[in-house]
């Protein structure tokens, strides 16, 4: 059984700093705009360098921490690689739709009133834009975040990043396939350049620098060093690179959901809802099913239940524009994602009971 720490200032109180920094992230794009609009034109297809870096920081000492024949044992576990290939692309894109429908397109309908010409130069009406990015967002399942979360929970590392590959490479074949036929095209073009940049940038990077460092510093330092010295030093790293991303990304975003209040409210309902439905039918349906283990469940419940943003708000802005509806509907994604996993990450560790604990 993996031992408990001590939750440092970061991991303790670790939503209040989220919504401190979503909301100063917001009120710098407020002000200073022409600060957050260079920094977001430092992008290569469409994959910010300034959050790259960030994300680097974040998942570097998540990764440096993984014993590599962990992940190797990992791959030989098929239940919950299965259970998350399942819930990512035979469930989660078709309930996205329906709560998306039933909320957007029907319940709040009248609230979402007026058209818009998207890119194409096709008049269309609001809501639909608004339920294609929520489209957008259920069809990319979550690769580098769910590093973190997987951390925080406590969960198996070693197989969150085989889950995380897989569904890395599942995304290049199921994307467009899937996207097309819920979005109701006949061709929908897929960001292969912003999905294998952003894939490289934020998982393989730091997954090459955590292999090899952590090898070179047990070999010249010691294993014990490494755990007491090194590791210890590189703790509150994650967390604060999380928090630097945060602020970027709402520093980028914060315009639009100042002018936006309500309409981001309506959005904001069907994903947290679907957020949650899918979280909840991973962990506490299939997980228990087949009796995962607590350190295998939670990771493959979560890797569900987040979304790959980068990868939505890029299609929405290539499809649609960057001032439509659905590009609007992948950035609540990304408002409400942080939150929200954060809770579902306590509520992991709160039923960790209803499962096995691995020794």
């Known amino acids: 059984m993996k031992t408990e720490k001590r939750l440092n200032i970061f991991e303790k109180y670790l939503t209040l700093w989220v919504l401190l920094c979503i909301a100063g992230g917001i009120l710098l794009g407020k002000i200073a705009p022409g600060i957050a609009i260079k920094l977001d034109a430092m992008s290569v297809y469409q994959v910010s360098i300034p959050i790259a870096i960030c994300l680097f920081f974040m998942m570097y000492p998540i990764m440096v921490k993984i014993d590599f024949s962990e992940v190797v044992k990992a791959a030989k576990t098929p239940k919950p690689v299965a259970m998350t ?166 520093s980028f975003k914060g315009e639009i959901i100042v002018r936006n209040p309500l309409t981001i409210f309506w959005i904001a309902i069907p994903l947290f809802i679907q957020t949650i439905f899918i979280y909840s039918i991973g962990y506490f349906l299939f997980a228990r099913w087949l009796k995962l283990s607590y350190e295998d469940a939670a990771p493959a419940s979560m890797i569900g239940a987040s979304n790959h943003f980068e990868v939505a708000i890029a299609t929405a802005t290539m499809l649609f524009g960057l001032s439509s509806g659905a590009a609007l509907a992948t950035v609540v994604g990304v408002l409400i994602e942080v939150p929200v996993m954060l809770m579902l990450v306590s509520v992991s560790k709160k039923y960790r009971n209803i499962f096995q604990i691995a020794s």
């Not at 990319?140 to 979360?149: D, F, H, S, Y």
């Not at 061709?187 to 912003?194: E, L, V, Y």
């Not at 010691?222 to 994650?238: A, C, Y």
């Open 85 to 250: 290939l399942i819930v990512n692309w035979a469930i989660k894109p078709f309930t996205m739709y329906l709560f998306a429908y039933i909320f957007l397109g029907v319940l709040f309908r009248k609230f979402l009133p007026g058209t818009e010409i998207i890119k194409s130069g096709q008049e269309v009406e609001l809501w639909r834009s608004y339920i294609s990015g929520a489209i957008l967002l259920g069809i990319a399942p979550c690769t580098a975040m769910v590093l973190m979360w997987s951390y925080l929970a406590k969960g198996n590392d070693g197989l969150t990043l085989v889950m995380v590959a897989i569904n890395s490479l599942t995304m290049l074949f199921l994307y467009a396939p899937l996207g097309g036929f819920l979005l109701g095209v006949n061709a929908m073009p897929i960001p292969w350049q912003t999905i294998l940049v952003s894939v490289g940038i934020y998982v393989a990077l730091p997954l090459f620098a955590g292999y090899f460092s952590r090898k070179w510093i047990i070999q010249s330092k010691g294993l014990d060093w490494f755990n007491e010295k090194f590791i210890h030093f590189l703790t509150p790293v994650s967390t604060v690179a999380l928090l630097v991303t945060l602020i970027l990304l709402f």
